[in-house]
Structures are given as structure tokens and as C-alpha cells.
């Protein structure tokens, strides 16, 4: 399962799916994509903003510099990521 834990300034994500195999698992390639998006819009818009380590299974980023922008990205990924994981309840949880 994966396990997203999101505060104000800092999204860690940790676990496996299990949805399916390694290159298959549609679950793990969107919750991926939400938080390397979220990465690389900060680092394109505000540089220096965050700090993250993307790792398979262990993935984190915080927020350094908080602005608008950095919030409203990190919102916009919160709000992507619970969708996930109101589709695929057994494979995604969010922890507050």
C-alpha cells in the first residue's frame, strides 16, 4: 500500500501498491506522476522553494520556501492524490 502523509509544508510517500507488477501498476504510475509533477513545476516556477528526495517506495519533498504558489501546487497534488486513493482505496491511503 501506499501511504501519502501531507502537512502544510512537507509530502511523504512510502510503500508499494500492489495493484500490480513492477511496470505495470497504473496506481503507483499516477500517484508518480502527481508528485513529480508537483517537483518540477516548483522547481520550474520557484526555484529553491523545495527540497525532495524521489526514491521507489520513499519520496519526499519540503516545502522551504512556502509561497502561493508552492501552497496552491501542493493543494492541487492533495487534491489529485486523494482522488487516487478514493478509486483505489485498498492501495493508496492518506494520512494527515
Known amino acids: 500500500m ?4 501531507y502537512s502544510n509544508d512537507r509530502i ?9 507488477p513492477p ?10 506522476t502527481l508528485l513529480l509533477t508537483l517537483v518540477f513545476t ?15 517506495g520513499d519520496s519526499e519533498v519540503q516545502i ?7 501552497k496552491t501546487l501542493a493543494d492541487a497534488f492533495f487534491v489529485g492524490v486523494t ?7 485498498e492501495h493508496v491511503r492518506i494520512i494527515r
Not at 511523504?12 to 500490480?20: F, K, N, P, Q, V
Not at 511496470?23 to 508518480?32: E, K, R, T, W
Not at 482522488?83 to 482505496?89: H, L, T
Open 2 to 5: 501506499i501511504k501519502v502523509q
Open 12 to 20: 511523504t510517500i512510502t510503500g508499494h501498491s500492489g495493484y500490480a
Open 23 to 32: 511496470g505495470q501498476d497504473i496506481v503507483c504510475a499516477a500517484v508518480s
Open 42 to 56: 516548483i522547481e520550474q516556477k520557484e526555484p529553491g522553494a523545495a527540497c525532495y528526495r524521489l526514491m521507489p
Open 64 to 70: 522551504t520556501h512556502p509561497s502561493e504558489l508552492t
Open 83 to 89: 482522488a487516487v486513493a478514493d478509486a483505489y482505496p
